[in-house]
T-cell receptor, first 114, second 107 residues
Framework: DAMVIQNPRYQVTQFGKPVTLSCSQT?????MYWYQQKSSQAPKLLFH???????NEADTPDNFQSRRPNTSFCFLDIRSPGLGDAAMYLC?????????????FGPGTRLTVT | RKEVEQDPGPFNVPEGATVAFNCTYS??????FFWYRQDCRKEPKLLMS???SGNEDGRFTAQLNRASQYISLLIRDSKLSDSATYLC????????FGQGTELSVKP
């Protein structure tokens, strides 16, 4: 089945230790998104790629970076995680074509910072 | 003020009850409207899109009032499996999520 896959599902990192979360998709979608969702809060868009074009949200801290080496993969790098970065990180994709705006979410990576 | 606001929850209802969720959005340039469902510690999944003419999918009915900038979701004959958080979502270029309303359906 076509899907959005996130690895790992659970990640524990130490304060200040860089961490990378990965997302892959078999949907061949043009657009890939990264969201941060803290407990009992709405998902918050960090950035997205439309093909190779990177679009950062204005309020996304510089501590968060992303890479998209090819259509299928997208990575979220947190350069120096703080305790406040503990959250669920959701990857999503959409086809990006007019009239088709549904986003397909991966299962998420739950990040703990110790 | 948040751009998308929903009823604070949680809603606790018995099986078979009818439950209504309300949502308002502040930006009249919003283009499309959706309800997503999110189970505990899982990812959001699209429940249904919302159209001005109103639309129904089985026990679920969604309504949009653009003049009032108001969106609703009605669940009839609620089931235990309907227990989840319901997220009101608008698209204004990107998707903007409401905080969600938690529903708990009890036997």
């Amino acid at each position: 089945d076509a899907m959005v896959i996130q690895n790992p599902r659970y990640q524990v990192t130490q304060f200040g230790k860089p961490v990378t979360l990965s997302c892959s998709q078999t949907l061949n979608h043009n657009v890939m998104y990264w969201y941060q969702q803290k407990s009992s809060q709405a998902p918050k868009l960090l950035f997205h790629y439309y093909d190779k074009d990177f679009n950062n949200e204005a309020d996304t801290p510089d501590n968060f970076q992303s890479r998209r080496p090819n259509t299928s993969f997208c990575f979220l790098d947190i350069r120096s995680p703080g305790l406040g970065d503990a959250a669920m990180y959701l990857c999503a994709t959409s086809s990006g074509t007019s009239g088709s705006y549904e986003q397909y979410f991966g299962p998420g990576t739950r990040l703990t910072v110790t | 003020r948040k751009e998308v606001e929903q009823d604070p929850g949680p809603f606790n209802v018995p099986e078979g009850a009818t439950v209504a969720f309300n949502c308002t959005y502040s930006n009249s340039a919003s283009q499309s409207f959706f309800w997503y469902r999110q189970d505990c510690r899982k990812e959001p999944k699209l429940l249904m899109s919302v159209y001005s003419s109103g639309n129904e999918d089985g026990r679920f009915t969604a309504q949009l009032n653009r003049a009032s900038q108001y969106i609703s979701l009605l669940i009839r004959d609620s089931k235990l499996s309907d227990s989840a958080t319901y997220l009101c979502v608008v698209r204004r270029g990107k998707l903007i999520f409401g905080q969600g309303t938690e529903l708990s359906v009890k036997p």
